[in-house]
């Protein structure tokens, strides 16, 4: 069956479910697979539970089931279908389609792009980690003609993942937040990290009249874009040397929450004879490093015509979730969640921030840190590259949870480190001898699940 004939079928039976377990009537069941599951298995199940059709790519060999047979669409390659259908549904809207990627603070840039757009319109954003080969499809399946714009947050882990994902969202804009040292065995080194991350502004240039939203201080983003002087570029900064071209921002504290001012190039400013004042903007934001993810957010704001005074509100009402950047007083602690990612630029950045972060006369500074995953053979040099940043914090005690960092030389001189082995043992010990009084800093990658943590302390 062709992809114009399953379009036909989806439109017809408009829900794509991809869980035997969730069948809504009239639905198509999509049968995917995976290292541990093979949704053709449960093709039939999904069609007694309810479901219209199921596309399968294996024969379905099940004598009982002879009556439903001629529901079943076999096809090449269910996942590739999947994206397919995808992506003829989304070229049935006339809409900018903004993409969103970066090794770090993607998903807060795309929560902040939603929060400054909402303001205006009604906005399609990702949800949760929809942001692989999967999650991209479903989104874009949320798609309707209530949404005047829509942003797709796409993340990667091997060469030609970004790639895949815009030519199944066909974007019109778009951005990256930054590139660093993450998912390195997958990517193979940290130039395979730039080049996937770069396959956005391939496509765009390629495809589209931009623009591209770009920090104009990353030199790792500005050689991708090259001397193309057909590419629309809106540039942001916070380097005083750029404010005549870029959108400029500047940050004004940080202890604890980041507050920063912005405005927008001094060049636009003075051809419209605007006011060249600066825009102050108190966050609910921990860490200076996301004053990059506020500028980008401001930029695409700007660029859809999104006001001064509806920007600044959006981002001062903005409230972080998901242990992202995350500023929680307990009865017993202040802590400083950041549980949902963790590579080396993020984990440097965090400890960066922190050094800097005062604390009360009665408060001492802790730091719980996971394991940073994926690194292949420079896992050890940057732990201890970790370890080393540390020593220099302000930290008096640290907790380092996962085997990666059983190798590293730690000088308990300076710090007292501690060596856990996984969040089980973490949270024993709490248990046992819960810290108090303490500025508590909670970094680590999801998988090492340090956000169930924030309960205990």
């Known amino acids: 069956m062709s992809i114009k004939n399953l379009f036909e079928l989806y439109q017809q039976h408009p829900c794509i479910t991809t869980d035997s377990r969730d069948c809504p009537e009239g ?28 596309i399968v790519d294996e024969d379905i060999k099940d004598a009982q089931a002879t009556a439903l047979t001629s529901r079943l669409i076999k096809v090449d390659d269910c996942l590739q279908t999947l994206k397919d259908i995808a992506r003829e549904h989304r070229r049935q ?22 929060a400054v757009l909402s303001e205006k319109y009604n906005v399609l954003a990702t949800e949760g980690n929809f942001n692989n080969d999967v999650g991209v499809p479903k989104t874009l399946l949320r798609l309707n003609k209530k949404h005047e714009i829509a942003i797709i947050e796409m993340g990667a882990s091997h060469p030609g993942d970004i790639k895949t994902l815009v030519e199944t969202a066909e974007p019109t804009c778009g951005l990256i ?7 390195l065995q997958g990517f193979g080194s940290f130039e395979g990290v730039i080049r996937t991350k770069g396959e956005l502004y391939d496509y765009l240039k390629a495809n589209t009249e931009g623009p591209i939203f770009i920090n104009a201080d990353n030199d790792y983003l500005v050689d991708l874009i090259g001397d193309d002087d057909e590419i629309f570029l809106t540039p942001y900064s916070t380097d005083p040397e750029k404010q005549y071209m870029c959108i400029s921002g500047e940050v004004v504290s940080c202890d604890p929450e980041l507050t920063f001012r912005w405005r927008k190039p001094l060049m ?17 934001l921990i860490g200076a490093y996301n004053i990059d993810n506020l500028l980008a957010a401001i930029a695409v704001g700007i660029n859809f015509g999104v006001d001064r005074k509806a920007i600044c509100h959006a981002l001062e009402n903005y409230i972080p979730t998901n242990s992202r950047s995350q500023l929680v007083k307990t009865q017993h602690n202040r802590l400083i969640v950041d549980a949902y990612n963790a590579n080396p630029s993020s984990m440097a950045a965090a400890l960066d921030n922190f050094r800097l972060m005062s604390v009360s006369e009665d408060e001492t500074k ?67 001898n819960r810290p108090e009084g303490r500025l508590i800093l909670i970094k680590g990658s999801n998988s090492n699940r340090l956000y169930q943590l924030p309960e205990l302390l």
């Open 93 to 114: 809207f006339d809409i900018p389609v903004i993409a969103i990627t970066g090794t770090n603070g993607k998903t807060t840039t795309k929560e902040l792009v939603k």
């Open 177 to 183: 937040t930054n590139v660093g040292r993450a998912h």
């Open 366 to 432: 802790m730091a719980i840190l996971g394991e940073m995953r994926e690194l292949g053979d420079v896992s050890h040099d940057e732990h201890q590259h970790i370890v080393d940043m540390l020593q220099n914090t302000g930290v008096t005690e640290a907790w380092l949870v996962g085997h990666e960092f059983e190798q590293c030389t730690m000088n308990q001189e300076r710090c007292a480190f501690r060596l856990l082995k996984d969040v089980e043992e973490v949270k024993a010990e709490l248990q046992k």
């Open 268 to 284: 636009e400013l003075e051809e419209t004879g605007a006011s060249q004042k600066w825009h102050k903007v108190k966050t609910h």
């Open 27 to 54: 639905s198509i069941f999509i049968a995917l697979k995976g290292d541990n599951f093979n949704g053709n298995l449960f093709a039939i199940q999904a069609l007694e539970k309810g479901c219209a059709y199921a």
